[in-house]
């Protein structure tokens, strides 16, 4: 399946994205997962990134297509990815709709995940995200923590809460969605790729993905 998960941060498209790689076999391509990979790994890209990243403020429009235009020429693109993070913006938006039709792929859906601001806050503040790069695994100390506190089940490295989930960096992060990303919504409705799932389980998002797709 070729997808974009659109919603707010916290909605659950990390969580999403991960379910559907299981179906069948798609890649999840987060851009966040990405740009904090570099910023450990002390690149060029993740030193222009960082700053930004912990305000809560988009990293520039110019470096994260540059990371698309790669990503999505690489072999395990072949049988399908979901967009998790990207697009951002609408100038995103637009140069991807143009990297797409110079690839010749097409998209099957773009998925918008509606999930109300109570619930994006209380899942923002208590989210945990593991610090191995390749791994990066997300819990939650209320509805899903690690079987041994602060150890990642998969990978047994330390998880914590990353530097833009504290109270102030989230209310910015919230506040950018809705003045930059939230007008994709109706960018890929006038597209006719729209669809939007409203709900809070992400089993039962994924499961009315899999029906949207006839899997
Ligand atoms: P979440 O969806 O939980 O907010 P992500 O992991 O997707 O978090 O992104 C973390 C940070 O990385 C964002 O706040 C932003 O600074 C940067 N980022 C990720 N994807 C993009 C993008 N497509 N455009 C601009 N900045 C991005």
Redo the contacts with the bound molecule.
């Keep these: 399946m070729k997808l974009i998960l659109l919603?707010?941060?916290?909605?659950g498209?990390?969580t999403v994205a991960k379910m559907l790689t299981a179906v069948d076999g798609s890649v999840q391509i987060?851009?966040?997962?990405?740009?904090?990979g570099e910023v450990q790994a002390g690149s060029d890209l993740g030193r222009q990134?960082e700053e930004?990243?912990?305000?809560?403020?988009?990293?520039?429009?110019s470096?994260?297509m540059g990371i698309?235009e790669k990503r999505l020429q690489q072999p395990d693109c072949a049988n399908g990815f979901l967009l998790?993070?990207?697009?951002?913006?609408i100038p995103?938006a637009e140069a991807l709709k143009e990297l797409l039709n110079k690839l010749n792929i097409k998209l099957d859906m773009v998925v918008n995940i509606d999930v109300p601001r109570e619930v994006l806050l209380d899942r923002?503040t208590t989210?945990r995200t593991c610090t191995n790069s390749d791994c990066q695994a997300i819990y939650n100390v209320k509805s899903m923590p690690p079987k041994k506190e602060g150890v990642c089940d998969k990978c047994g490295s330390p998880i914590v809460q990353?530097d833009?989930e504290t109270v102030e960096?989230i209310t910015h992060?919230l506040e950018?969605?809705n003045d930059k990303t939230a007008p994709l919504v109706g960018f890929y409705e006038k597209e006719g790729q729209l669809q939007t799932i409203t709900g809070t389980s992400s089993d039962a998002v994924v499961n009315a993905i899999k029906s949207e797709l006839g899997m």
């Design positions: 919603g707010a941060p916290g909605a498209k990390g987060s851009t966040g997962d990405i740009l904090r990134a930004f990243m912990n305000r809560g403020d988009l990293v520039p429009d470096l994260i698309m998790d993070g990207f697009p951002r913006t995103q923002l989210r990353r833009d960096a992060r950018t969605y």
